[in-house]
T-cell receptor, first 114, second 111 residues
Framework: GESVGLHLPTLSVQEGDNSIINCAYS??????FIWYKQESGKGPQFIID?????DKRQGQRVTVLLNKTVKHLSLQIAATQPGDSAVYFC?????????????FGKGTTLSVSS | DAGITQSPRHKVTETGTPVTLRCHQT?????MYWYRQDPGHGLRLIHY???????DKGEVSDGYSVSRSKTEDFLLTLESATSSQTSVYFC??????????FGPGTRLTVT
C-alpha cells in the first residue's frame, strides 16, 4: 500500500548548525502534510503543516518544503539547539475524507550535540 | 497536550484479561483517534470517531473495540489482551480531519 517514509532513521548535528530532515511520500492524492516532533516519553507535537498547493511554508526557525514533482517533503530547522533533539515524523492526509486519519512515516531521530 | 488526558498512563496486565484505556478531552473537538506506536512501525491508527456514537476502523483494528458516548470521552477496549498488544497507545483529537493533537500516551504491557 502507499505510505509515507523517511530517508534516514537518524541524523546527528552540532548545536548551531542547520538541520534538514527528509520525507518521501507516494500518495499523489495527498493534500495536506504535517511535521510532528516527539520527545522521549511524550506524545507527538504539531510543528508545522503545508497544503499541496504550496511549495514552502515558514514558521519560527522551521521551514517546510514540498516538491510534488518528486513527492518529497523536507523540514529545515535553523540554528539547531539541544532542545530540538527528538524524533521527527512526517504525516500525510487526503483532503475531504471525513474521519480519515493521518498516515505517518517511521520517523527520524535528530540528535544535537553541544 | 492541548487539553487531552489519558488514563491510566501505565498498565501491566496478563494475557487474556480485558483492558480499557480512556481518553478525555476538554477542547470539544469533533474527531478523536486511537493510535499505537511500536518500534519500526511508527504510529498506526486503530480506530477513530467522527462524533458521538460514530466510530470506524483504522489500519490495525483487530482485537480492539471503541466507544464514544460523550463528546469528551473515547474509550479503547482490548477484549482479551495478547502480548502483541504491548505498545504505547496515543489518543489524538482534531476539529478537522487533520491538524491532530496528541495526548501523553499510555504504556501497556501484556505479560
Amino acid at each position: 500500500g502507499e505510505s509515507v517514509g523517511l530517508h534516514l532513521p537518524t541524523l546527528s548535528v552540532q548545536e548551531g548548525d542547520n538541520s534538514i530532515i527528509n520525507c518521501a511520500y507516494s500518495n499523489s492524492a495527498s493534500d495536506y502534510f504535517i511535521w510532528y516532533k516527539q520527545e522521549s516519553g511524550k506524545g507527538p507535537q504539531f510543528i508545522i503543516d503545508i497544503r499541496s498547493n504550496m511549495d514552502k511554508r515558514q514558521g519560527q526557525r522551521v521551514t517546510v518544503l514540498l516538491n510534488k514533482t518528486v513527492k518529497h517533503l523536507s523540514l529545515q530547522i535553523a540554528a539547531t539547539q539541544p532542545g530540538d533533539s527528538a524524533v521527527y515524523f512526517c504525516a500525510e492526509n487526503m483532503a475531504n475524507q471525513a474521519g480519515t486519519a493521518l498516515i505517518f512515516g517511521k520517523g527520524t531521530t535528530l540528535s544535537v550535540s553541544s | 497536550d492541548a487539553g487531552i488526558t489519558q488514563s491510566p498512563r501505565h498498565k501491566v496486565t496478563e494475557t487474556g484479561t480485558p483492558v480499557t484505556l480512556r481518553c478525555h478531552q476538554t477542547e470539544n473537538h469533533r474527531y478523536m483517534y486511537w493510535y499505537r506506536q511500536d518500534p519500526g512501525h511508527g504510529l498506526r491508527l486503530i480506530h477513530y470517531s467522527y462524533g458521538v456514537k460514530d466510530t470506524d476502523k483504522g489500519e490495525v483494528s483487530d482485537g480492539y473495540s471503541v466507544s464514544r458516548s460523550k463528546t469528551e470521552d473515547f474509550l479503547l477496549t482490548l477484549e482479551s489482551a495478547t502480548s502483541s498488544q504491548t505498545s504505547v497507545y496515543f489518543c489524538a483529537i482534531s476539529e478537522r480531519t487533520y491538524e491532530q493533537y496528541f495526548g501523553p500516551g499510555t504504556r501497556l504491557t501484556v505479560t
